[in-house]
């Protein structure tokens, strides 16, 4: 039975330790539909998702972002935007923000979706883009955004805090 949405989202963490049992592929699909029901702009759905399991593209993605965990995943989707679909009908702002935004709203569902299911994942965001591009022998028309390694938890994370409403809510009116 999935959990409330709001339980999901106050009880999501970022992991970072993976035991080695497999993700079922029906899982992975399930992710991947929570994706693409993300909100985008015009609806243009300017994203592409890279599934890798295999170990060899794995370790090249660890590599890429120095991040040795990101090997240890069972999975790894590769989060990516098409930024000149969306600078074909918002220009610079489509291909410098809004496929941006798209993709992340993507990832966040996915996210949601995961820990929703069990599943443990982490946001990996610092990686040198043309290394993940070299990885996975991208087109040059994908744009790699994040990647989301994915699996059984191996640890239990502690959330970290986070500033009070006070600090970052202003109100207008
Ligand atoms: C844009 C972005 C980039 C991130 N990049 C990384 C990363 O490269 N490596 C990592 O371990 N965590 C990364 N994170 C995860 C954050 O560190 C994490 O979300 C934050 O510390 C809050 O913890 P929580 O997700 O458990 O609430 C990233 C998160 C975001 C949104």
Request: proline share 9%; glycine share 6%; hydrophobic share 50%.
């Amino acid at each position: 039975m999935a959990k409330e949405v709001l339980e999901v989202i106050r009880q999501r963490r970022s992991v970072r330790s993976f035991l080695p049992q497999p993700v079922a592929p029906e899982l992975i699909m399930t992710l991947l539909e929570a994706a693409v029901w993300a909100p985008s702009a015009g609806n243009l759905q300017p994203w592409q998702f890279y599934v890798v399991r295999a170990p060899e593209a794995k370790a090249k993605l660890a590599r890429a972002a120095g991040q040795a965990f990101v090997a240890q995943a069972p999975v790894v989707i590769v989060a990516c935007a098409l930024p000149e679909q969306s600078a074909a009908v918002y220009g610079s702002r489509g291909r410098l923000l809004y496929c941006l935004q798209d993709v992340a709203a993507a990832v966040q569902n996915m996210l949601l979706a995961a820990s929703s299911l069990g599943l443990a994942a982490c946001w990996v965001g610092a990686f040198r883009e043309e290394a993940v591009v070299q990885a996975l022998n991208l087109p040059p028309e994908v744009r790699p955004v994040v990647l989301l390694p994915l699996g059984y938890g191996g640890e239990t994370a502690v959330a970290p805090p986070r500033h009070p409403l006070s600090r970052v809510v202003q109100w207008v009116d």
